[in-house]
């Protein structure tokens, strides 16, 4: 009995399953105490200190949320300064992840003013940042899922996707202006004139009209 030729049959490619984690996942808290040394000329603790202090407890956060060794920073926003530090003021900074993509992901930040003897906390900074995952060629790469577990955790990530939208308008209004500006210094007899400038420094209404809603969700 003759056989015919064998037909060359492949399975079906199995589609990966995105792991998911929560955002209790992602949650770091750590302390500082303001020392002299940390001070400005007014007596109380230089903003920038701050400023790192966020993005370290934030690149905390999104090692441990994305699970690779290597993640950057890519945009820190709506960072408010509420009250000072000074000497001797115990700081806590709590950062969890709020929102995530297939790369990035938001972390927000919250840093409050502890009294070193009554334990009583006050809000003092808070602040938004997106981080990037990388893989060892340092290319992006994918990471979980966020899960939401409660109305908590779906109002911050609400608000993180208007954020997420303001970025990007954003970024594409900046890189038309640039664009723009470097176009206007290469035509002849281009001036650097402050006048010739101003008109490509608004925002665009769709973008201002994306932020007042977002603003006026976080403030209700």
């Known amino acids: 009995m003759e056989s015919g030729p064998v037909k060359n049959l492949s399975l079906p ?8 984690k929560t955002p209790r996942d992602s949650a770091f808290l750590t302390r500082k105490i303001v020392s002299p040394d940390l001070l400005n000329p007014n007596g109380t ?15 905390m956060s999104a090692r441990r949320y994305s699970g690779r060794p290597f993640v950057v920073t890519s945009a820190i926003d709506n960072n408010t300064f509420l009250m000072p530090h000074r000497t001797g003021d115990h700081v806590i900074l709590t950062s969890q992840v709020n929102y ?18 009554t ?31 409660n109305a908590e955790d779906q109002r911050r990530h609400d608000e993180a996707v208007l954020r997420q939208r303001v970025r990007a308008r ?16 290469a035509a002849p007899g281009a001036t650097n004139s402050t006048a010739a400038v101003r008109p490509l420094l608004a925002y665009p209404a769709p973008v201002m009209n994306l932020a007042r809603t977002w603003w006026s969700r976080i403030r209700r």
């Open 13 to 20: 490619r199995l589609r990966r399953t995105r792991a998911t």
């Open 119 to 149: 334990g009583e906390r006050q809000p003092a900074t808070s602040a938004y940042l997106t981080f990037v995952a990388l893989d060892k060629r340092g290319k992006p790469a994918p990471i979980p899922e966020l899960k939401l577990e």
């Open 45 to 59: 603790l230089f903003g920038g200190v701050i400023m790192s202090w966020i993005d370290e407890v934030a690149f």
């Open 170 to 185: 954003i970024r594409t209004h900046l890189k038309k202006k640039y664009e723009r500006a470097a176009k206007a210094e």
């Open 100 to 117: 995530a993509g297939r790369t990035s992901m938001e972390i927000g930040v919250k840093v409050e003013r502890e009294d070193a003897y």
